[in-house]
């Protein structure tokens, strides 16, 4: 059950450019696996599919190094930091859940612009930046759930190209939070690896399809509703 749990939760997020940390959380807290587990098995995960998803919007000419840049340099330290700092449980809980409402909301609403993208001041980026890397690396996420909607709300870039910049943001921020987490890596489960075969294939077909094919709307809505279940466990179960 839990792998094909996590092929879908690849395959939705990766199509939106997205590692899928949040969901596989949210998998992982509907089958009560303690958090010591849950946070590095999540960014392992979201190091492969982040990494299919950058490469394919990439190609597909969707990313912007101009706009990227500035959130990385301060994201990736801060991400190290997060990782390396293990909160009490409830604490962690209740956090889990809040950044999983915040996921719910971010994968149910539909985000247009019809202006022209407008580049943001380069200490807005640093600070944003840090920001998120911080929390990516508390709670176990690469960041996308809030740099996607951050770029889109702003008027910072156009859709597939923020699914491209959060792809590899993603990636850079899930690979610092494990390298200050390393030690709760080795008390990652035996059979991770058909998990993590599992999020590979559900990554190639998502980032494949939301770069090249489709808006997964009501597919994503649906998934918002399964975080949003799994927040409520979190924070009052």
């Known amino acids: 059950m839990i792998i094909a749990a996590i092929f879908v939760v690849a395959l939705l997020y990766s199509s ?5 940390a949040s969901g596989y959380l949210a998998v992982m807290a509907f089958l009560s696996v303690a958090p010591t587990v849950t946070r590095p098995t999540a960014l392992v995960l979201n190091v492969f599919v982040a990494s299919i998803g950058a490469i394919q919007f990439y190609r597909a000419g969707y990313f912007s190094w101009k706009l990227f840049w500035p959130f990385a340099v301060t994201s990736i330290p801060f991400a190290f930091l997060g990782g390396m700092i293990t909160l ?12 999983l409402l915040f996921a719910a909301f971010r994968l149910a609403w539909s985000f247009s612009r019809d202006a022209d993208p407008v580049t943001p001041k380069i200490w807005i980026a640093l600070i944003c930046g840090a920001a998120m890397g911080l929390l990516s690396g508390l709670v176990g996420v690469g960041g996308g759930i809030f740099l996607t909607p951050l770029l889109l709300l702003m008027n910072w870039s156009e859709t597939k190209t923020a699914a491209g910049i959060s792809a590899l943001f993603i990636l850079v921020n899930s690979a610092a939070g494990l390298l200050g987490n390393y030690r709760q890596v080795s008390v990652l489960p035996a059979d991770v690896w058909f998990w993590i075969t599992a999020a590979i294939a559900g990554g190639i077909v998502g980032s494949l399809l939301g770069s090249r094919k489709f808006e997964s709307l009501m597919l994503r809505r649906v998934l918002a509703a399964v975080l949003l279940f799994a927040a409520v466990k979190l924070i009052f179960v």
Do not use: A, K
């Not at 939106?16 to 899928?20: F, I, N, R, S």
């Open 16 to 20: 939106v450019g997205h590692g899928g």
């Open 88 to 99: 009490p449980i409830s604490v962690y809980r209740i956090l889990l859940g809040l950044v």
